[in-house]
């Protein structure tokens, strides 16, 4: 553990933001509580770049690596955070503004990134009659600010194992005094309160308290609703039965969440579950996890607008219908001819020696019989068209279906897979 005093850090980041890094470095060679191993790091850390923020943050980064005290790095990080441009992403947020501004309020005591997480999720509950469901209200400062941001009409209640946070809120909201462990203390204050359009779990943040709060609390959120687990860090850290990939942790509980979305695509995941049906999207940030609940219709593939040209039976749809319209048209033409033609035979029209000379009923006939034989040949023509076009459209279809299974073989190969990225990449660019 690094032992470095708070009065020498605040000399070290003030020498730093205030652009003298030589200071910085000299109190790093000086002060007597570093060991020799340790001023390296150190002193490369603020040499490694050339502006304050990044200086600070390096800093940070390298009492991090040497496990220095968490208020250590906590205070590095801020001081990146203050003199770089960070902070100007949050002066516009209402959360972070009623936090900064509220300083006799009740103690608020919040990680900065949660804010724009908050007010991503939490925006569009704002001046709505929703029911909030705060666990962990400890002196009420978070149901202050949940109350002032979400507005008059938002019911809030909270839940809390410590009677000290019933009697801190002093009446201004319901607090339930209760174990957020005992799924029966959550059914009872979903009954008398809810049902919760949000939920934030900000309690004990042991595995079990948020594993449990979790299964008990989501399915009986409302369609529409937000669960939002803060510092699920805690699944990294022994003392709150945390492991980095542990069996039991709340962020593996929450990969196999990540799992039940898919169930569309994998057998082996149960359909039918809470989780696979209602959950329509997980949100995953370093220290929140949120769960959005509403009903999922079953996944399913539709094609629509320009792509649906590369797919052949489609395309080949089109084509069969013109082929079609033209056979139609000819059949029909052929049709009409033939009802002209019914009744009329051979026989009917009498043969007519040319070289004699016509009289007038006769001229008639021959001209008839003429038209008999220009229409027969139209005809054929015609009946030959019509199967021209029924071929076509036969061999077209086969063409197409056969080059659709080239592209299908095609995109199975490893080399079609291995090039995706670099189309869709093209396909960025394209639009
Ligand atoms: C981090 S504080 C809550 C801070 C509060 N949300 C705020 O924003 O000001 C954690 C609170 O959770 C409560 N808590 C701890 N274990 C609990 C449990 N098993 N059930 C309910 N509340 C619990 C503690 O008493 C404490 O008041």
Redesign the pocket.
Known sequence: MVLITADTLSRMLHALSTGYPDRALNLIATDAALEDYERAPLTEAIQHSTDPSGQARALGDAFLLLEADQAIVNECYRCAFYTGDYWAELSDNPLYAHFLANRSG?????WIHYFPIYTRHLDRFRNLPVRVL?????????LDMWSRYLGPEAKLVG????DA?VRAVRGKFPVVL????DPEVLRRISEEYGPFDVIID???HTMG?QIVTAETLFPMLVEGGVFIVEDTHTSYWSEFGGALKGDHTFIEWSKNRIDDLHSRHEPRIEPNSVWATEVNGMHIYDSVVVLEKKHRFRPFNEVAGTSSYLFAERFSEVIGNELLATRDAALLERDQLRAKLQGVTDEEVPAVEPSLAPRDSEAEILLLRNELVKTRAQLAELDKQATDVEKELIETRNDLLESWQQVKNMRKTVSWRLTAPLRSVRRARGR
Do not use: T
């Open positions: 009740a103690v608020l005591d919040k705060e666990i962990g209200v400890y002196r009420g400062g978070g839940l809390d194992i410590d946070a209760g174990d957020q462990e900000d309690g004990g308290q």
